[in-house]
């Protein structure tokens, strides 16, 4: 394959490694990107930030495009993810919310009966003009490089307004499930109209892969997830239609929902660090790839630590159809920006070495 005598990045995004390693084909290298790396690991972020609000800064194209561009800038990784929120598509549909510093999404009025989902406004798609704006400068900006465009999935954002802000055992979430099936069933429903109509314009604008942030879906039992969630993340991304662009599903602790939830339509399923790649292979079975699983913890580790873990797990990616390495979650507040790059260094050079062929066998 000539792609693996030349690590440069070809020319068009849609040939990326990323993108070709989303879809099983043969890569040049391990592609690299970090969950969370644009944010408040990098100075230069929190200096670009400072005085403006997160809400805000996530609807202004050109705070958007220089944030989403710094880690590229910075650690050469092979994807760019675009700098916004899950809760986003629910702030711009009017919902009355705010991203509290170190607590994260907080909603004034949680949904808390059956009339409060049905005054869940829709999200209506000529309110994302600046979103459209903001992917289509970084696009152009980004060249080679592919944007990974995201939503947060129903369930997750069914939590927060649930919930009314972060919660560890997501009870309240959880017995509106249980106790309302009916209004369950349209709260996710809405949801994923609204996911799909914010991954639809980030697409359109250009966006060459998405990924569908399922983060705390962990919580449930398979059985659950099967028949009260999986069917509208599923939704989300039929919500796509022909769109031809890879299709990333992650969620953190979903082990005993890993057979599952490539089924929602994913052609990569993501996995945290407490299932070793190889046996996520197994349980995800054939005909998707794999993104993950370095312990975002591993990286305030000593160095060779750090050049352990990042081994074990590139070994361990090998058993994938395709290997996307990223971490198991998000890049911790506290991670030095100059490991970030040097995992991102050793990715590449293991993951070219000619003792250790990434490329499959097509
Ligand atoms: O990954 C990236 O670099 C792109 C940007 C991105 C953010 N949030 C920016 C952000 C992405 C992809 C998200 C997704 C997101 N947001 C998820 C799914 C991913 C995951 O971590 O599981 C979730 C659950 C949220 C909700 C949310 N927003 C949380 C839990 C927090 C953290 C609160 C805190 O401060 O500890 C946020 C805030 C947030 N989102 C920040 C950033 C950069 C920090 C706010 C700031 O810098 O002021």
């Known amino acids: 394959m000539s792609a693996a005598a030349d690590p440069a990045p070809s020319a068009a995004p849609s040939d990326s490694d990323l993108v070709r390693a989303a879809r099983g084909l043969p890569v040049s290298r391990t592609p690299v990107w970090f969950m969370r790396q644009a944010g408040r690991s990098l100075p230069e972020y929190r200096a670009l930030r ?107 954002l069914a939590t927060y307004l649930i919930e009314g802000g972060p919660s560890k055992e997501h009870a309240r979430t959880k017995a509106f499930m249980y106790a309302e099936p009916e209004a369950w069933g349209r709260l996710l429903d809405r949801l994923a109209v609204s996911a799909a109509t914010f991954l639809r314009t980030q697409v359109d604008a250009g966006a060459s892969a998405v990924q569908l942030f399922d983060s705390w879906a962990g919580v449930l039992s398979a059985a659950d997830y099967a028949e009260r969630v999986l069917p509208h993340s599923r939704a989300v991304f039929d919500g796509l239609g022909s769109r031809d662009v890879p299709r990333i599903h992650f969620g953190v602790g979903t082990g005993e929902l890993l057979p599952l939830i490539g089924d929602a339509g994913a052609d990569v399923v993501g996995v945290d660090w407490r299932i070793p790649l190889d046996e996520a292979a197994r349980r995800v079975g054939p005909g998707r790839s794999l993104q993950g699983n370095l ?27 395709g290997h996307v390495f990223n971490l198991g979650h998000g890049v911790l507040p506290d991670t030095d920006p100059g490991v970030l790059t040097h995992v991102v260094e050793l990715v590449h050079e293991l993951s070219m070495s000619p003792a250790h062929p990434t490329t499959p066998t097509a």
């Open 50 to 156: 400072a005085g403006t609000g997160m809400l805000a800064a996530c609807q202004d194209p050109d705070l958007v495009t220089e944030i989403t561009l710094q880690p590229v800038r910075r650690h050469g990784v092979d994807a760019a993810i675009l700098f916004s929120d899950i809760v986003l598509p629910l702030l711009v549909a009017g919902v009355d919310l705010d991203i509290k510093p170190g607590v994260g999404p907080v909603v004034a009025q949680p949904i808390r009966s059956v009339a409060d989902v049905d005054a869940l406004p829709p999200l209506e798609p000529d309110r994302l003009a600046f979103l459209d704006t903001a992917v289509r400068q970084l696009v152009a900006e980004l060249g080679p490089t592919p944007l990974i465009g995201f939503a947060g999935a129903p369930f997750t």
């Open 295 to 321: 312990d975002p913890a591993v990286l305030l580790a000593d160095r060779s630590t750090v050049d352990r873990e990042v081994r074990r797990v590139v070994e361990q990616g090998r058993a994938a159809r």
